[in-house]
Structure formats: C-alpha cells, structure tokens
T-cell receptor, first 114, second 111 residues
Framework: KAGVTQTPRYLIKTRGQQVTLSCSPISGHRSVSWYQQTPGQGLQFLFEYFSETQRNKGNFPGRFSGRQFSNSRSEMNVSTLELGDSALYLC?????????????FGNGTRLTVT | AQSVSQHNHHVILSEAASLELGCNYSYGGTVNLFWYVQYPGQHLQLLLKYFSGDPLVKGIKGFEAEFIKSKFSFNLRKPSVQWSDTAEYFCAVKGNNRLAFGKGNQVVVIP
C-alpha cells in the first residue's frame, strides 16, 4: 500500500510569491491534515480536511489556505510568502479522522523563502 | 485547546544507557496519546499509542510509555538504547479531533 505522497519535495521561492503544495493520502484515507515543522516550534497544526470540508483550523494567518478534492487529495496554498514561512510542510492522512486513528505522515515539502 | 510540553530538548547518551523522555499535556477532556519518531532523513512514524486500558503501552523497537492520568503525563522509556535510536521524538495529544504535538526531543546515541 503506497504511503502519503507529497510533491514537490523541495521548493525555493522569493518573498511575495505564492506557492501550492500537494498531498496524496493513503488509499482509503479520507482525512488529511497539514503541519508546519520548524526547528524552534516543532510541529504546528495548520488545518484538517475531511470529505472535502475543512474540519479544523490552527492559528495561522489567512495567507495559509487549503482544499481537498473528491479523491481525498489535498493542496495547501501560501500567498504573499514571508521569510518566516520557510519550513518543512508535512501532510498526514488518517482513515476517518476520529480520535482513535493515528496519522500517517508523508516525507514533507521543504520550502525555502529567500 | 490542548498543549504538549516536552522537556530536555537535546539528549545525548551512550549505547546501552536507559532513555526516558518526559511529556506533559494540558487538556481537560478525553485524550488519546501518541509518540512519533523521526529518524534522520525519514518521515514521522508512529512509535506507540494509548487510547484506553492498560496505562503501560508497548511500542515498536523496545519502547514503552506510561500514561499517568493524575500527572497528565505520557513519558517514553527504553531500557537500553542503540545507535539506531538516534532520532527526534515527538509526543502528541489528540483531543476534540485535534492533534497537538510537543516541540520534540532530539536524541543522539553515541556508539
């Protein structure tokens, strides 16, 4: 069974640009969560999608947005990039998003903003 | 919303030493608890989880964790570490369908 796939693996952007990251969950998993990982802050929750609807949202500005498609694939968009957005962005999927289902993580997209 | 605290962010120890990583959380409701591990260059993997029942849970690679409800803690232990245990370890707490992570413990095992 294929794992969670994130593309691209690496991205370099300049301030002010926008970026779209993609995540394909494990087959059969309907919930996708996004996290930002930085050395100083650890993993911070961005948002969670379930059946194409945003179910939970973390404390990130509106520049961070996402969506989920009918095949459960998800995209995350960051507009007007800032230097502080440089991070590893992780996508995780789980079967139904309930409290009893652990997350399965992808390898992440490493975003560098210059 | 729940929060998770992990202490001693950087841990360096020799092979065969014992490892204990502390995890404390704050959340008033029912929680599920997890430890994830991230080996160098690899993705986050589930090490072990607690949902209910026996508060002492055993995970992969000889790791175990104990849930102490009165202390809001879920500490991770391994009696004898190996060089291959060098990794970053994250405690996570899920409550109200939201998963919160601690900032992680960077563990380096010296051969």
């Amino acid at each position: 069974k294929a794992g969670v796939t994130q593309t691209p693996r690496y991205l370099i952007k300049t301030r002010g640009q926008q970026v779209t990251l993609s995540c394909s969950p494990i087959s059969g998993h309907r919930s996708v969560s996004w996290y930002q990982q930085t050395p100083g802050q650890g993993l911070q929750f961005l948002f969670e999608y379930f059946s194409e609807t945003q179910r939970n949202k973390g404390n990130f500005p509106g520049r961070f947005s996402g969506r989920q498609f009918s095949n459960s694939r998800s995209e995350m968009n960051v507009s007007t990039l800032e230097l502080g957005d440089s991070a590893l962005y992780l996508c995780a999927s789980h079967r139904d998003g309930g409290n009893n289902s652990p997350l399965h993580f992808g390898n992440g997209t490493r975003l560098t903003v210059t | 919303a729940q929060s998770v605290s992990q202490h001693n962010h950087h841990v360096i120890l020799s092979e065969a030493a014992s490892l204990e990583l502390g995890c404390n959380y704050s959340y008033g409701g029912t929680v599920n608890l997890f430890w994830y591990v991230q080996y160098p260059g690899q993705h986050l993997q589930l090490l072990l989880k607690y949902f209910s029942g026996d508060p002492l849970v055993k995970g992969i690679k000889g790791f175990e964790a104990e849930f102490i409800k009165s202390k809001f803690s879920f500490n991770l232990r391994k009696p004898s570490v190996q060089w291959s245990d060098t990794a970053e370890y994250f405690c996570a707490v899920k409550g109200n369908n939201r998963l919160a992570f601690g900032k992680g413990n960077q563990v380096v095992v010296i051969p």
